[in-house]
């Protein structure tokens, strides 16, 4: 038996009954960079941060075990050793990279090692019109966004095996009726995934993505734009109803094209506040009352300031990979305060609004 197939079989074993893992972390997630190539409306994120490659020193060890490492930033395609450290990872071959970009910096070479490595890539697109997508996405250019989607098309065409292409969507008063035709869009350019998000505003110290910042404090600009613009959490009772008949719509449309479709936010659009056992985006749990998430056993997530979470949504860090070594964080006491939390239900500082309240995506609550 394989080091990999051994720590899998172990950390099965452990999820939700040990706080004190054997078994080492299979999923890494990071933010490697703030650095960017174009300006979205939506972006609070300020530019410039990049994680330090001397981070990768300590998380080399981890390597063997792994089996999905996902890349996001700002533009991760613009950091100066990403293409070393992603072709280092693609020689062990049970690991499974994904890649989220805007796709303007996509070119020949990194759409021929996507493609050749049997990697995935995810990419953001707020709208099927020319004019909307740039408006939204400023500095983008939808025409080379098409003829990236149409080369890793047909590079996967020429290899025989089908290039898994996701894409990335958030919801917002600009965007929201611009979709009926995004299924037949993503069978032409061989789309296998949809992801529907909702606008979020930048969380506040001590607050969630759902929480409204207080007037004493003043007015943040992310959140003044994010209710301006948000139809989910402060749409008015029309968009909400176009949104869920045109969510409905889809999704039968997608599941007959046997394309994966998700949206984060439908609980949001309920006309009553569901109970946690009641919600759709949940996996159903041993424990109904309980939230049963697996990233504290399975994954870690690293930002471009070398801090270590469970997750992106996670409240409070771990670690910092610059500082400490891997195997001290994911047995910190961090760590095991947030697996013993999960297993008592007791979420609060620790866990964010949109995780307890369902509004995230089943794979949270799920386990590979």
């Known amino acids: 038996m394989s080091d990999f197939t051994r720590n899998r079989q172990k950390s099965r074993e452990e999820i939700f ?3 004190v893992l054997e078994s080492l972390p299979r999923k890494l997630f990071f933010i490697l960079t703030t650095i960017c190539n174009i300006n979205c409306v939506m972006c ?3 530019k410039g941060h990049l994680l330090p490659y001397r981070a990768f020193d300590t998380l080399r060890m981890l390597f063997p075990y792994l089996d999905m490492v996902e890349w996001q930033g700002g533009e991760v395609l613009l950091v100066d050793y990403f293409k070393d450290i992603f072709t280092e990872i693609s020689r062990y ?3 499974t990279q994904r890649i989220h970009t805007n796709g303007m910096a996509l070119d020949r070479d990194w759409i021929e090692l996507i493609v050749s490595t049997g990697s995935q890539v995810n990419l953001s697109v707020d709208a099927l019109e020319k004019s909307t997508y740039e408006n939204i996405r400023k500095g983008a250019s939808f025409d080379l966004l098409i003829k990236n989607l149409q080369m890793i098309a047909a590079r996967s065409k020429d290899r025989g095996k089908k290039t898994h292409v996701s894409v990335n969507t958030v919801i917002m008063k600009r965007n929201y009726r ?3 035709s995004l299924p037949q869009f993503c069978k032409e350019y061989g789309i296998s995934e949809v992801r529907f998000d909702f606008l979020k505003s930048k969380p506040e110290a001590g607050e969630g993505f759902l929480s409204c910042p207080s007037e004493e404090k ?4 992310s959140y003044a734009f994010f209710k301006e613009e948000d139809v989910v959490v402060h749409g008015n009772a029309a968009e909400k109803a176009y949104l869920k008949e045109q969510i409905a719509v889809l999704e039968e449309r997608f599941r007959e094209l046997g394309i994966d479709f998700e949206c984060t936010f439908r609980s949001l659009l309920a006309d009553t506040i569901l109970k946690k056992e009641e919600k759709t985006l949940r996996k159903p749990c041993v424990e109904p009352d309980l939230l049963k998430c697996y990233s504290p056993w399975e994954r870690l997530f690293i930002d ?4 270590v979470r469970p997750d992106c ?3 409070l860090p771990v670690g910092n990979i610059l500082n400490d070594e891997i ?4 047995n910190s006491t961090g760590m095991q305060e947030y697996r013993r939390r999960i297993l008592e239900g007791r979420f609060s500082g620790w866990c964010t609004d949109v995780c307890v309240e369902g509004v995230v995506e089943r794979c949270k609550f799920d386990s590979a």
């Open 17 to 19: 009954k040990k706080i």
């Open 44 to 46: 609070w994120q300020e």
């Open 93 to 95: 071959p049970q690991v």
């Open 178 to 180: 611009t979709f009926e």
């Open 218 to 221: 003043g007015i943040p600009v």
């Open 304 to 307: 471009f300031y070398g801090d």
């Open 313 to 315: 949504m996670c409240t």
């Open 327 to 330: 195997g001290a964080i994911w």
